[in-house]
T-cell receptor, first 112, second 115 residues
Framework: AQSVTQPDIHITVSEGASLELRCNYS??????LFWYVQSPGQGLQLLLK??????LVQGIKGFEAEFKRSQSSFNLRKPSVHWSDAAEYFC??????????FGTGTRLQVFP | EAQVTQNPRYLITVTGKKLTVTCSQN?????MSWYRQDPGLGLRQIYY???????DKGDVPEGYKVSRKEKRNFPLILESPSPNQTSLYFC??????????????FGPGTRLTVL
Protein backbone atom coordinates (compact mmCIF):
# COMPACT_ATOMS: atom_id res chain seq x y z
CA ALA A 1 0.00 0.00 0.00
CA GLN A 2 1.13 3.51 -0.69
CA SER A 3 1.91 5.49 2.41
CA VAL A 4 4.06 8.17 3.94
CA THR A 5 5.37 8.03 7.49
CA GLN A 6 6.61 10.98 9.45
CA PRO A 7 7.74 9.40 12.70
CA ASP A 8 8.17 12.63 14.65
CA ILE A 9 4.91 14.30 15.62
CA HIS A 10 6.56 17.21 17.38
CA ILE A 11 10.13 18.51 17.33
CA THR A 12 11.60 21.33 19.37
CA VAL A 13 14.88 23.01 18.48
CA SER A 14 16.73 26.12 19.52
CA GLU A 15 17.12 28.95 17.09
CA GLY A 16 20.36 28.52 15.16
CA ALA A 17 20.45 24.77 15.63
CA SER A 18 20.35 22.33 12.75
CA LEU A 19 17.19 20.50 11.84
CA GLU A 20 16.31 17.19 10.26
CA LEU A 21 12.73 16.05 9.73
CA ARG A 22 12.26 12.44 8.79
CA CYS A 23 10.06 11.04 6.05
CA ASN A 24 9.73 7.45 4.90
CA TYR A 25 7.52 6.34 2.08
CA SER A 26 6.08 3.21 0.57
CA UNK A 27 5.28 3.47 -3.10
CA UNK A 28 5.13 0.84 -5.81
CA UNK A 29 6.43 2.92 -8.70
CA UNK A 30 8.94 5.70 -9.14
CA UNK A 31 7.97 8.22 -6.48
CA UNK A 32 7.68 11.94 -6.80
CA LEU A 33 8.41 13.43 -3.40
CA PHE A 34 7.47 16.73 -1.85
CA TRP A 35 7.83 18.72 1.32
CA TYR A 36 5.21 21.30 2.20
CA VAL A 37 5.11 23.77 5.06
CA GLN A 38 1.99 25.05 6.77
CA SER A 39 2.32 28.13 8.92
CA PRO A 40 -0.36 28.72 11.56
CA GLY A 41 -3.65 29.64 9.93
CA GLN A 42 -2.21 29.35 6.44
CA GLY A 43 -2.44 27.00 3.52
CA LEU A 44 0.35 24.74 2.36
CA GLN A 45 3.41 26.07 0.62
CA LEU A 46 5.76 23.90 -1.38
CA LEU A 47 9.30 23.84 0.03
CA LEU A 48 10.88 21.49 -2.47
CA LYS A 49 10.25 18.53 -4.70
CA UNK A 50 12.12 15.59 -6.14
CA UNK A 51 11.32 13.87 -9.43
CA UNK A 52 14.61 12.55 -10.75
CA UNK A 53 18.29 13.36 -11.08
CA UNK A 54 20.39 14.69 -8.25
CA UNK A 55 19.20 13.12 -5.03
CA LEU A 56 19.97 16.25 -2.99
CA VAL A 57 17.43 18.93 -3.78
CA GLN A 58 17.43 22.52 -2.69
CA GLY A 59 14.27 24.36 -1.78
CA ILE A 60 13.10 27.71 -0.58
CA LYS A 61 13.93 29.26 2.79
CA GLY A 62 17.28 27.45 2.99
CA PHE A 63 15.81 23.93 3.17
CA GLU A 64 17.18 20.88 1.41
CA ALA A 65 16.17 17.23 1.24
CA GLU A 66 17.94 14.07 0.25
CA PHE A 67 16.28 11.19 -1.56
CA LYS A 68 17.63 7.80 -0.51
CA ARG A 69 16.00 5.06 -2.54
CA SER A 70 17.62 2.24 -0.57
CA GLN A 71 16.10 3.58 2.64
CA SER A 72 12.82 4.81 1.10
CA SER A 73 13.47 8.12 2.77
CA PHE A 74 13.27 11.79 1.89
CA ASN A 75 14.46 13.69 4.96
CA LEU A 76 14.27 17.45 5.16
CA ARG A 77 17.19 19.41 6.57
CA LYS A 78 18.18 22.94 7.42
CA PRO A 79 21.60 23.89 8.83
CA SER A 80 20.39 26.76 11.00
CA VAL A 81 16.79 27.19 12.07
CA HIS A 82 15.14 30.58 12.41
CA TRP A 83 12.22 31.38 14.69
CA SER A 84 10.07 31.96 11.59
CA ASP A 85 10.51 28.29 10.63
CA ALA A 86 8.10 27.26 13.38
CA ALA A 87 5.29 25.56 11.48
CA GLU A 88 3.94 22.17 10.53
CA TYR A 89 5.77 20.24 7.85
CA PHE A 90 4.24 17.65 5.59
CA CYS A 91 5.97 15.11 3.41
CA UNK A 92 4.01 13.81 0.42
CA UNK A 93 4.49 11.23 -2.30
CA UNK A 94 2.89 11.03 -5.72
CA UNK A 95 3.28 9.27 -8.99
CA UNK A 96 2.18 9.54 -12.58
CA UNK A 97 -1.24 10.85 -11.64
CA UNK A 98 -1.64 14.01 -9.64
CA UNK A 99 -2.80 12.31 -6.46
CA UNK A 100 -0.69 13.16 -3.45
CA UNK A 101 -0.42 10.99 -0.36
CA PHE A 102 0.49 13.02 2.68
CA GLY A 103 2.17 12.10 5.91
CA THR A 104 0.62 13.07 9.20
CA GLY A 105 2.92 16.03 9.65
CA THR A 106 5.65 17.16 12.04
CA ARG A 107 5.11 20.24 14.14
CA LEU A 108 8.29 22.26 14.62
CA GLN A 109 8.70 24.52 17.60
CA VAL A 110 11.67 26.90 17.76
CA PHE A 111 12.97 28.31 21.03
CA PRO A 112 14.93 31.59 21.05
CA GLU B 1 -1.57 37.36 -8.49
CA ALA B 2 -1.76 33.61 -9.09
CA GLN B 3 -3.84 32.06 -6.38
CA VAL B 4 -6.44 29.59 -5.21
CA THR B 5 -9.28 31.15 -3.27
CA GLN B 6 -11.79 29.47 -1.01
CA ASN B 7 -14.98 30.77 0.53
CA PRO B 8 -15.98 30.91 3.23
CA ARG B 9 -12.83 30.72 5.35
CA TYR B 10 -14.80 29.80 8.45
CA LEU B 11 -18.22 28.20 8.72
CA ILE B 12 -20.27 26.94 11.62
CA THR B 13 -23.40 25.05 10.68
CA VAL B 14 -25.82 22.47 12.02
CA THR B 15 -26.31 18.85 11.13
CA GLY B 16 -28.23 18.32 7.92
CA LYS B 17 -28.09 21.84 6.56
CA LYS B 18 -26.72 21.73 3.02
CA LEU B 19 -23.65 23.84 2.38
CA THR B 20 -21.22 24.63 -0.40
CA VAL B 21 -17.59 25.63 -0.11
CA THR B 22 -16.37 27.38 -3.22
CA CYS B 23 -12.92 27.06 -4.75
CA SER B 24 -11.58 29.13 -7.60
CA GLN B 25 -8.18 29.34 -9.28
CA ASN B 26 -6.92 31.96 -11.71
CA UNK B 27 -4.02 29.97 -13.19
CA UNK B 28 -5.94 28.08 -15.90
CA UNK B 29 -5.06 24.82 -14.17
CA UNK B 30 -6.60 21.59 -15.39
CA UNK B 31 -6.29 19.62 -12.18
CA MET B 32 -8.14 20.52 -8.99
CA SER B 33 -8.59 18.63 -5.78
CA TRP B 34 -10.18 18.81 -2.33
CA TYR B 35 -8.48 17.62 0.84
CA ARG B 36 -9.51 17.51 4.45
CA GLN B 37 -7.00 17.91 7.25
CA ASP B 38 -7.57 16.32 10.63
CA PRO B 39 -5.20 16.18 13.60
CA GLY B 40 -2.96 13.14 13.46
CA LEU B 41 -4.24 12.14 10.02
CA GLY B 42 -2.55 14.66 7.75
CA LEU B 43 -4.32 15.60 4.54
CA ARG B 44 -6.65 13.14 2.86
CA GLN B 45 -8.02 13.58 -0.62
CA ILE B 46 -11.79 13.83 -0.94
CA TYR B 47 -12.37 14.34 -4.67
CA TYR B 48 -10.32 15.46 -7.62
CA UNK B 49 -10.93 16.65 -11.14
CA UNK B 50 -8.67 16.19 -14.14
CA UNK B 51 -10.56 18.70 -16.24
CA UNK B 52 -13.98 20.20 -16.87
CA UNK B 53 -16.77 17.66 -16.35
CA UNK B 54 -14.25 15.02 -15.18
CA UNK B 55 -14.31 14.21 -11.47
CA ASP B 56 -13.34 11.19 -9.43
CA LYS B 57 -13.33 10.00 -5.86
CA GLY B 58 -10.33 10.31 -3.63
CA ASP B 59 -9.72 8.44 -0.41
CA VAL B 60 -12.59 9.82 1.70
CA PRO B 61 -15.46 10.81 -0.63
CA GLU B 62 -18.42 9.70 1.52
CA GLY B 63 -20.77 12.55 2.35
CA TYR B 64 -19.34 14.93 -0.26
CA LYS B 65 -20.15 15.95 -3.80
CA VAL B 66 -18.27 18.05 -6.31
CA SER B 67 -18.84 19.51 -9.72
CA ARG B 68 -16.55 20.98 -12.38
CA LYS B 69 -18.63 22.97 -14.84
CA GLU B 70 -15.94 25.57 -15.43
CA LYS B 71 -12.20 25.18 -15.47
CA ARG B 72 -11.59 27.73 -12.75
CA ASN B 73 -14.19 26.55 -10.20
CA PHE B 74 -14.46 23.36 -8.18
CA PRO B 75 -17.07 23.65 -5.43
CA LEU B 76 -17.36 21.13 -2.60
CA ILE B 77 -20.91 20.29 -1.59
CA LEU B 78 -22.07 18.75 1.65
CA GLU B 79 -25.69 17.74 1.10
CA SER B 80 -26.33 16.73 4.70
CA PRO B 81 -23.37 17.63 6.89
CA SER B 82 -22.65 15.61 9.99
CA PRO B 83 -20.36 16.34 12.97
CA ASN B 84 -17.70 13.94 11.66
CA GLN B 85 -17.23 16.33 8.74
CA THR B 86 -15.94 18.99 11.09
CA SER B 87 -12.49 19.59 9.66
CA LEU B 88 -10.14 21.94 7.85
CA TYR B 89 -10.65 21.76 4.11
CA PHE B 90 -8.16 22.68 1.40
CA CYS B 91 -8.61 23.11 -2.29
CA UNK B 92 -5.58 22.67 -4.56
CA UNK B 93 -4.81 22.99 -8.25
CA UNK B 94 -1.99 22.16 -10.64
CA UNK B 95 -1.31 22.73 -14.29
CA UNK B 96 -1.11 19.17 -15.56
CA UNK B 97 -3.76 16.52 -15.48
CA UNK B 98 -1.31 13.64 -15.80
CA UNK B 99 2.26 13.66 -14.71
CA UNK B 100 2.95 15.30 -11.43
CA UNK B 101 6.04 17.30 -12.27
CA UNK B 102 4.23 20.49 -11.37
CA UNK B 103 3.47 22.03 -8.07
CA UNK B 104 0.05 21.82 -6.47
CA UNK B 105 -1.07 25.23 -5.27
CA PHE B 106 -3.21 25.24 -2.16
CA GLY B 107 -5.94 27.58 -1.06
CA PRO B 108 -5.93 29.14 2.43
CA GLY B 109 -8.32 26.57 3.87
CA THR B 110 -11.88 26.53 5.14
CA ARG B 111 -12.49 25.61 8.74
CA LEU B 112 -15.88 23.90 9.01
CA THR B 113 -17.66 23.09 12.24
CA VAL B 114 -20.82 20.99 12.13
CA LEU B 115 -22.84 21.06 15.34
Amino acid sequence: AQSVTQPDIHITVSEGASLELRCNYSYGATPYLFWYVQSPGQGLQLLLKYFSGDTLVQGIKGFEAEFKRSQSSFNLRKPSVHWSDAAEYFCAVGGYTDKLIFGTGTRLQVFP
Amino acid sequence: EAQVTQNPRYLITVTGKKLTVTCSQNMNHEYMSWYRQDPGLGLRQIYYSMNVEVTDKGDVPEGYKVSRKEKRNFPLILESPSPNQTSLYFCASSSRSLGIDNEQFFGPGTRLTVL
